[in-house]
């Protein structure tokens, strides 16, 4: 589906699993930022240097080292696209228009209690970067990525300390985003609420009323 999509929703609202299957239903071509930085903090990549002190505190990284990164995978790209943790400010979104046209705001709307236990019992793969829930969405073998059999670690990120720090700045640089999209007619809210098959059938419907 040729659909240029942006994923929002407070750190813990699903957009990495929720991605995951929308990938793979639709053919969406997912760019994370957050993943995308990960791997360059685990390659020691001078952008990963940059990076990783405002990751491990839950702050933004700086807006001109995340839209150069973006503005390079976006380069060329042809048919629908995902983005997955970007924008994460109104600059950031800004910055965006000047390459590239969103269609189409998704808003995972989660109640807040729910979403610090969601993250501390997360467990994400090294190898593929698929997520899971110790509870909610366990890997079938302890420990190890059903899709990859790659090792399942928790992200240094996850812990309730730095899961806090993220909530404050969700709330005071990336909430606002809602309102922009809405502005802007694209925003589409999805109740985040309930299991993971339930929030995606709700977010595949609202994207197939889009369908082009
Ligand atoms: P995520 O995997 O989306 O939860 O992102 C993990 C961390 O990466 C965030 O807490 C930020 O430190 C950083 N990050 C991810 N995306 C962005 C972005 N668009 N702008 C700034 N920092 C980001």
Do not use: W
């Not at 807040?112 to 969601?118: G, H, S, T």
Request: charged letters at 30%; glycine letters at 10%; proline letters at 4%.
């Amino acid at each position: 589906m040729d659909l240029k999509i942006v994923l929002l929703g407070p750190p813990g609202s699903g957009k990495g699993t929720q991605t995951e299957r929308l990938v793979a239903e639709f053919g969406f071509t997912k760019i994370s930022t957050g993943d995308l930085l990960r791997e360059a903090v685990r390659n020691g990549t001078e952008l990963g240097v940059k990076a990783k002190g405002f990751m491990d505190a839950g702050k933004l990284v700086p807006d001109d080292l995340v839209v150069g990164l973006i503005r390079e995978k976006l380069k060329g790209l042809k048919g629908g696209v995902l983005l997955d943790g970007f924008p994460r400010s109104l600059e950031q979104a800004q910055k965006l228009e000047e390459f590239f046209n969103v269609e189409m705001a998704v808003d995972l709307e989660v109640n807040p209690e729910v979403l610090i236990r969601r993250l501390t019992e997360r467990r994400s793969c090294r190898a593929c970067n698929s997520v899971f829930h110790l509870e909610f969405n366990p890997p079938k073998k302890a420990g190890s990525c059903d899709k990859c059999g790659g090792e399942l670690y928790q992200r240094s990120d996850d812990t309730e300390k730095v899961v806090r720090e993220r909530f404050t700045t969700y709330t005071e640089r990336t909430a606002p985003l809602t309102e922009y999209y809405r502005k802007k007619g694209v925003l589409k809210s999805v109740d985040g609420m309930g299991a993971i098959d339930d929030v995606y059938k709700r977010i595949a419907a609202v994207i197939k009323t889009a369908r082009k």
